[in-house]
């Protein structure tokens, strides 16, 4: 449901195809398995085009912002061309027959780049002062020498890669003005340097012209049927063409190329001063002319002024009325035509314009044609399905002119017969043309539309009058069936004689008519008739008469045309129409002269009525077209309420699925307050734990001092007493008891010093240890931290791997299709090999039955042998033909094993077929060759290489999914995007 924006072939799968569409997007489709093969993303805006390189691996992309290189094998991008936004690529392609990129900047720079290595070979350098031009197209030869640059102007410049340099710039017409399109005609025998080059302009006419001569050689289109695009086959033998109204258009060259049948106009030249300073762009333009002034007519048409001059001395006054236009003379031109029945058909064209004396009006016929398609031609081909397009434009064209002309040929119905024959005679000349009907209605069709919209019947009686005098009994039998001078006559008249004569006969009859008098075309009409009283005399009935006037019938037009030289003669002149009918006259020159020989009222009645018609006409389509508009509005609103249900349904879903999302993240929060509020509680029962240790420690600490204390209170109660005892025993020793005291409180002090400084250090380690346990709930935390990035980290490559794995399959998908084309051509060679079989079999019961009849036929011995040589060698071919195939298929089999490192299988495969075909040279012409194992041998490992795939895809699969549902409650991993390249051609 995407546009189509570029379409390229010619990849190395035949089969394949590349679709560049609207959402930027590329793809790869497969015309036999009707799928798509891949799908290539990477542009910001559409892609214009697409060039492929000759080989069919690579291609390149191109859009107005970068260009970009694609493996075709792989479908992944090579290399990107990176350029300012403000210059813009306008198309990067490959050169053919060789290995650069050529690619065109909107700035009119043009870079060639090394297709392996990327780097710039060259660049074109700017075209000389005052022919510069906006490339916007580009046209290469096939041998990729020369490169043809358009763009808005009449100018082309042409390139030479080789010399890189510009070497000729070739003007094309005024009525160009831009180029939308270019494109070399191919030729079977210029060695890829085409010389022909088609030129589509903004006019949608296409114009063929030579890029050496400079010469237009034709043209196709037209400004009322144009060209939207063309191409030209490979061949170069066809050109298609979409035209503008949808329909496509198929050329063919050669009829293209054909030259004209008439000779040239004369020409005249004037010979001016040049100037004394021309620059160098002026020295390369080259203007585009005409290419029909050139080749055998210029020495004609000298060598026929050269006799006009001889013939102007010779001639005399009383000869001066049979001059003609061109040199001829009227009288000569008589003599020869009955000398010969008819005028050379080289020259006849030629001929026919002097004895017309065509004034070839080029600036009124064009005021003619510039009004357009009359009315009443509009819709021509309904009455008038013509196979020809060009055939029915050109007849609308002079039926339209004519009948801007005078009004009376828009509403005459026999003007397209009349017309027809000289539109197809002159219809690569449509000035010609319209002259000659133009002519032929003046002179020939005298008082024709006096009686209109009636058939003349003064006319008509002239000529009924000329057959009572000649033939009595053929009008008398006419009349006794009611058959009147509009059923035998008019029909004849009024397509002049197109439909009962062939082409040779019509142009034989239509030489003497031209050449006599205006009633000749009378005489030959009731010659006609009186030639044809046989066969008339043998009807009786009115459709066989009216059958027989519009359809060929067996008449010798020679004799006709004696009959009509007879009749001008033996005619009495009473009844003779020459002195009814005015002697020819030609068209004025610089303009035509006016046409009203026609009842006016008549035709302002008819007028009024159409016109009142057309309103009508045009009243009933206005109301229909509102009733569309209406009825299309009703249906757009319908859709319109459609699509807002649809919305609405749409916003519905997505709000029952954002409160769902919503719903479970919620759930997930109240885990995480959960979790929290465990882990808190966690938290305070280890400190808890901790407080409780440190107290019972405190608590040991001061049971361990006051113990201390106790036991040095016992100590000093022990001494106290026995100090008490030694005073009470020696009251003497009072002094040394004095003393012993003092030494004792010194070494209390020291005591109590000490466990002072004891208390100190268990006090301090106990401070430690609190440090030491608040460090492990640090790490503890960091550990935790760390899951989560090793988690985090563990996801994106997950996903990462399961990118991959999508790729392995689309690889895999590849090469199992690669499989199913292999195998479906070793079943084709099977078959192939069956039919052999079948046939082997018939020969062999044909040389049986042979055989048994060759005691009974002893003479055909010899063919016998015969036939059997042949068997022999059919089958020593076949043989060698299955030898080959093996030999292929084992090395193809081998050539797989290779790949899949299955040396082994193939050794004893290739063993197990070299036994079999030393038992189909054991017996030759069995056919008992069986082709499994080679199936089996190009299929097996293939399979395994398929199921080993699929089991690590599973694995894989079920280790994302197990990671996925271990870290759910987890933030989900975002890769980052890739960076922006800073290289010119980027990888």
Known sequence: MQACTALAFNLRRKTEFLVALADYSVKCFDTGTQELVSWMRGHESSVSSISVHGSGKYAITTSTDTAQLWDLDTFQRIRKLNVRQSVGIQKVFFLPLSNTILSCFKDNSVFAWEFDTLHCKYQLSPPVEGSVLFYKVFAVTRDGRTLVAGGKSNHLHLWCLELKQLIRIIQMPEKVRAVRHLEFLPDSFDGGSNQVLGVLSQDNIMRFINIETCKL????????????????????????????????????????????NKPPPFTFKVVEDGPKYTSEANKLITKVTSGR??????????????????????????????????????????????????????????????????????????????R?????????????????GKLLRVLQRTLSALAHWSAIFAETPYMPLLAFPFVKLFQNNQLICFEVVATVVVNFCQHWFEYFPNPPVNVLGMMENVLAHHDKELLQHLIKYNVTSQVYAWPLLETLLSEVLTREEWLKAFDNIFSNHPSYLLMIVVAYVICSRAPLLHCNQAADFEYFFHHRNNVDINVVIKEAYHLMEATPLDI????????????????YPVFNKYPMFIMNYQAQKWEKIRQDEIEYLRERQLAHESEAKAQEQKAEDEAWYRKQKLLQEADEQRQKILLEEEKLAEQRQRLAVVKRELEVKELQLLDASRRHFLNYQQDQLQMELKHLNDEIARKASMRQQETNAVQERESQKQLFEQHLIKDQEAVTKEMKEEVEARRRKVDLEDQHVQRLIEIDREEIQKAHT???????????????????????????????????????????????????????????????????????????EEEQKAAAAADGHRKQFLDDKMNDELELAEKLQREDGCFERLRNLKARCTERGVEVQQVPGSGNISLHDLSTLASSPHNRRRAELARQERELMAEVRRLRRRLTSRARARLPPAPSPATTWSP
Not at 312 to 319: K, P
Not at 576 to 591: N, V
């Open 217 to 260: 050689l034709f043209d196709i289109g037209s400004p009322e049927e144009g060209i939207s695009t063309a191409v030209i086959s490979p061949n170069g033998r066809y050109i298609a063409s979409v035209m503008e109204n949808g329909s496509l258009n198929i050329y063919s060259v050669q009829a293209l190329t054909q030259e004209g």
């Open 293 to 370: 002034s050139q080749g055998p007519w210029k020495s004609k048409q000298s060598k026929i002024q050269s006799r006009l001059l001889k013939l102007q001395e010779n001639t005399s006054l009383e000869n001066k009325e049979n001059e003609l236009p061109g040199g001829l003379n009227k009288k000569r031109l008589q003599a020869l035509l009955k000398g010969f029945g008819e005028y050379p058909a080289k020259y006849r064209m030629f001929v026919w314009r002097s004895l017309l004396q065509l004034p070839e009006n080029h600036l009124a016929f064009s005021s003619l044609i510039d």
């Open 576 to 591: 003779h129409p020459q002195h009814m009918l005015d002697d020819f006259t030609p068209l004025t020159k610089g303009q």
């Open 790 to 864: 090793v988690a985090e980290e563990n996801l994106a490559r997950a996903e990462q791997k399961h990118t991959d794995t999508n790729w392995r399959l689309q690889r895999q998908q590849r090469l199992r299709r690669d499989d199913q084309d292999r195998e479906k051509c070793y079943r084709e060679i099977v078959k192939l090999l069956h039919d052999n079989r079948v046939k082997e079999a018939e020969l062999l019961k044909a040389m049986r039955e042979t055989e048994e009849k060759k005691q009974e036929d002893v003479q055909n011995k010899a063919q016998l």
């Open 372 to 388: 357009g398609i009359h009315s009443a031609f509009v819709n021509i081909q309904k009455e008038y399905p013509i196979k020809s």
